[in-house]
Structure formats: C-alpha cells, structure tokens
C-alpha cells in the first residue's frame, strides 16, 4: 500500500472541546489516521465518527496556541525576524486571564525603573520574588529565578519596540518598597495599556489571528513529529487544520477546570473560580501525544473574587480581617488572606482601609471598585465601634485588633510577615467584603528551557512547545510567562534559521 499522506490527530473530540471541559471529555484517546489509500484493517483500527480527515487550510512557521502575555510575547521575536506566526485563540477577544489581570508585573532592572531611581538589580531582589513564589508551592525555583532575571529585558523590549506603557514606579515605590514591581500606566487593572500596543505591533508586522476557535487536537506526521493543530468554532460548525513547522502551547493554567482541580489539588475544589479560561486544555493535549505532566498537585492560588482589592495592600495601609475581627494574613502578598480565609472555614473576610488608600497611588482602582461594588462597600465610619456594628463584628475584638496594628505599625514587624506599608488606619474607615475564589495554577508540562516539550524518558517531542502558565516551569506571573514566551520565541527564531540555511545549503547542493 502506497501513503500518500499521512497524519495522525491525537487530542479531545470536538464535542469535547465546544461544551465545559470535563476530564473524562478531555482525555486524549481520540485517534484518526488519514491514508489516502487506506485498507479496511486501519479504518477499523482508527476510525472515529466525530473526526474529520486531516485537511490543512492554512500553513504557517509557527502555530501559537493561546493569546495571553505568553502568546503574544512568543510572537513578536519570530515575526521581527521575519517569520510567518498564526494566533489561535478560542475565546472572541485576545489576552485570556493576562488581560482580566491585576496587572502587578514582578519585573527587576527594567529601564523604567532604572529612570525612576531603582537600582536594585534581580540577583539583589531574587530571595524576596524567592521567598513569595515558596510561599504559593512553587516547585522549579531554577527557571523562575532565570526568568525573574529576564524580566527586566522583557519589559523593555515591550516599551522599546511596541510602545507598552507602565506607570513611572515613583509614583508607587518608595524607599525600598516595591521596588520589583512594575504597574501598567493607570496602575491595578490596566492591563490594555501593555498588551494593546503588544497586539497592536504584531498585527502591524503581519501576524495571523484567529479568534473563536477551541484547539481541539495535534497532528503529527509519520515521523510522530507535531505538525499542526485542529480547531474547532464555538458553535462547532467548522473545523481549521493548521499546518506548521513549530506548535506552540500558551494556553495558560488549569484552574478553571473542576474536574483537573479535582483531580490534582482537591482541597480546594470546592473554592469557587475567578477564570473561565484557564481549563488545562493545553496540558491534556501535550499529555496525549507523550508529554510529561509535572507539579499540578495542589498547585492552586487564591484571591479575592473582586481581584484589585487583594491587590491594594501592595500600595497602601489595609488591614484584612475574619467575619469575628481577628487579622488574618499579611495584607501585602495578594494571596494569603484567601487562603487564610479558606483554611478557617470562613466564607468572607473584610479589607479595611481609610482616605490613605483611597487618595494614593491606587486611587483609580479604588474608585472603581467603590462604584462597581456598592453593596460590598461599607462605610465611611467615623470610628471603630461605627465600623464593627455596620460590619457586624464583634466589637472588644476588633478593638483588640486594631491595638495589634498599631503596634506592628510602629515597629515594623510583623509575625504573620507583612514587611510593607507601615501606616496608621486613621478615621474615617471602610470596608470591603471579600469572598475568596481560585486564579492561578501552577504545574504543567514538561519542558526545557526553550520551551520544548518532553516525554517522560525525558526526551524532546519535535515540534512541540509549550511555555507560560500550561508549563511547569512557568506560571510565577504576568511578566516571567512573557519572559518565557519571549525566550521560547527566540529559540523557535534559531531552529527556523537553521532549517533555513539546511534549505538553502541543500538546493546550493552543500
Ligand atoms: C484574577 C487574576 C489576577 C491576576 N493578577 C496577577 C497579577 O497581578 N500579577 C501577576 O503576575 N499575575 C497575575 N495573575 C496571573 C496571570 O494572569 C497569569 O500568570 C498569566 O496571565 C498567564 O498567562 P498565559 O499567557 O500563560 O495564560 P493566559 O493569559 O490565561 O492565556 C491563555 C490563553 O489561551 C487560551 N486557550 C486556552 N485553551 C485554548 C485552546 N484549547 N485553544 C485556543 N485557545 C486556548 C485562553 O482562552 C487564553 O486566552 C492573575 C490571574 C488572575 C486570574
């Protein structure tokens, strides 16, 4: 029997892919091999009702699935370099959970920084980004730490060539504090200020967008390499097979699937979800033609439903209390409360913060909130009994937790380990109502560091890549998974060009 063609589609059933992700759905056991000239015995072997022959529309160098701060940031070193780059992204709009952010970029040694007078270089700010990813389980300290380190080129390759825009870093560090953050230009929640003028430079240098179209299989070719995907519309009327050199999987984290938080970090199963996005379609997808999964086990971060209010502690004096007005977790890290909040059964806590929030560098987001969230604001109180009768906590404790503030305010230590915004809460008070919800996974494939993915004899699967928050080695945040989108672009940028001069070399006749 004479093949004339030859590919092989491992991954989800299109169905699968149009309703919610469920495991079962998800597991990668559907198989169609198309032959031009096929006998009975392979159809019988191969054959899938739902699956159409492989039949390529489009062909490109690269294939990046998912359009997050990963995506993107892959993108752009391949197309500077003059290389053809398709985006896939399955939700109508680009940017998935990147662009619902709140936009706290862990970034070291950045121009903009270096303007506003930070001189802290990452080596000197690596134990303490060091000592908050051990606090959320981070397993591959290796690669964040190489990844912190590329932060600050990222950064500036984002503001140098596509005009990204952050917020000057005076107007929110000081004297030592947060330092190793930059802000997008209108502070929490701006998101569009980076990754518009990232999409806006891709766009201009010819990228390829397709949104509304779910990754539903890989195609590899008779060698086993990946060469290409298959996607699936919304409505599953049609179905794209996009061929390409190199697939790239950016399609983030797993924290919106049920049944992956079930199956890997259960404790937290019953915690609702900020993210729709998120639901580890990229994990199962690389897991179905070999590639290893690695530190998903309760792998899961928690913040506030109303994300921008975890956030404010960063930049100025909250104090984060329980349903009985006991303080619960430092304010300053984004994340503890909820967690704190779940470990204690609680189904709410309180952020209370006064006019030195609201009228400081974060007063945009403050504001916001206020007026989206009317029913979760309370007060202003003009003093403390004010405060726990209108929130209903016990009044003696409150009292008692508000001597404790005071008191690490002025000496600046802290046993829960806050080790920022050493300020009084002076009257008038508010209050805002927080229900914790999961948003961040971490864990994922296996890869190196460019970004190839691996088997679990821990060899390369050609043609494959996967980086930001679907790998293990990524999902630390906004600016290392561009970090590492940026790192895997330009690694694809140096196989391309030797496939190229391979190419060249054999039509010269070298
Ligand atoms: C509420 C919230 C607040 C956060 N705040 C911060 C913060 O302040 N600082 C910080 O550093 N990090 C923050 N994070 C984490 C940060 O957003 C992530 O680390 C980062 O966005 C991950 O980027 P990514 O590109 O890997 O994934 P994403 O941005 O999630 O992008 C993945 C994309 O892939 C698409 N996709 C998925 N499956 C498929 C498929 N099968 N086919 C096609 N497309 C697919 C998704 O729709 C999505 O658009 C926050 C996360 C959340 C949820």
Known sequence: MERRAFFKLVG????????????????PS???????????????????????????????????????????????????????????????????????SDGIMYVAGSKTQEKAGIKATASQLWDKRKAQLERENYSELDFARKLFEASGEWADVLADDCASVFADPKTYSDDGVNEGILLPKNGIGDMVSVLGPLRDTLTSLGAVFQTGYTCCALISNNKGEI????????????????????????????????????????????????????????????????????????????????????????????????PLGERIAP???????????????????????TNALSEGSQSRSVAQVVSSYKTRTYGPYDDLSALAS????????????????????????DSLGRTSQWVSLEAPYYAFKQIPVRCVTHGGVVTDDTGQVQN??????????????????????????????????????????????????SSSGN
Do not use: H
């Not at 392979?42 to 899938?48: D, I, R, Y």
């Not at 992204?89 to 998935?96: I, T």
């Not at 304010?331 to 913060?353: H, K, L, N």
């Not at 600016?479 to 940028?493: D, H, K, P, Q």
């Open 12 to 27: 989800l059933s299109a169905a699968a892919c149009a309703t919610p992700t469920l495991l079962s759905g998800c597991t």
């Open 30 to 100: 559907t198989v169609v091999e198309e032959e031009t000239d096929s006998d009975v015995s392979s159809q019988e072997t191969f054959g899938v009702a739902d699956q159409p022959e492989v039949s390529f529309n489009s062909t490109t160098d690269v294939l990046i699935i998912g359009t997050g701060v990963t995506g993107l940031s892959c993108a752009l070193p391949l197309l500077q370099a003059g290389y053809q780059v398709t985006l896939c992204e399955k939700q109508d709009k680009l940017g998935g959970d990147s662009y619902e």
């Open 227 to 322: 060469c290409g995907a298959r996607f699936v519309s919304a409505d599953q009327g049609d179905i794209k097979d996009i061929r390409a050199a190199y697939v790239v999987m950016a399609t983030g984290g797993f924290v919106s699937s049920q049944a992956l938080v079930n199956a890997y970090a259960p404790d937290w199963v019953r915690v609702g979800c900020y993210t729709v996005a998120s639901d580890g379609q990229g994990q199962l997808l690389c897991e179905g033609v070999g590639g290893q999964l690695s530190g998903m086990d309760n792998a899961i971060v928690l913040t506030s439903d109303v994300p921008a209010v975890a956030a404010w502690g960063l930049f100025g004096p909250t104090l984060d209390v329980s």
């Open 331 to 353: 304010e300053d890290t984004m994340t503890a409360s909820a967690r704190a909040c779940v470990v204690a059964y609680d189904g709410f806590w309180w952020t209370i913060f």
């Open 390 to 413: 209108g929130c209903n906590i016990p009044s003696e404790q409150l009292e008692k937790t508000f001597e404790a503030y005071e008191k690490m305010v002025d000496d600046k230590k």
């Open 456 to 505: 679990a004899a821990g060899q390369a699967i050609v043609g494959l890549y996967c980086c930001g928050s679907a790998a293990a080695k990524g999902g630390q945040g906004l600016a290392s998974n561009g970090a590492f989108g940026m790192l895997t672009g330009r690694a694809l940028v140096d196989k391309l060009n030797e496939r190229k001069s391979q190419v060249e070399a």
